[in-house]
């Protein structure tokens, strides 16, 4: 298969890439190189980013889930 040289690229837009940034792939190969850049990808943006909502914050130790106090009603039924 014909495929972008950069395996992380979208595959969609290789049509549009010169033909010196083309490489001739097995799809085993292809497959796997694919793999590796994009959760290389999604581990460079989860660092780059921070978190919106730090767990200290939003639950700090101890305090359990408020939702399990009160049961929660839906059209005068109570779910449990």
Not at 60 to 70: D, F, I
């Amino acid at each position: 298969m014909v495929a972008a040289r950069d395996a992380g690229a979208d595959p969609g837009s290789a049509w549009r890439l010169p033909a010196d940034a083309l490489a001739a792939w097995c799809w085993g190969c292809y497959d796997a190189a694919r793999r590796v850049a994009l959760r290389k990808a999604d581990r460079e943006a989860r660092e780059a980013s921070p978190e919106l909502f730090p767990v200290s914050v939003v639950a700090p130790a101890g305090a359990g889930c408020s939702s399990r106090r009160r049961p929660a009603r839906t059209r005068g039924r109570v779910m449990a």
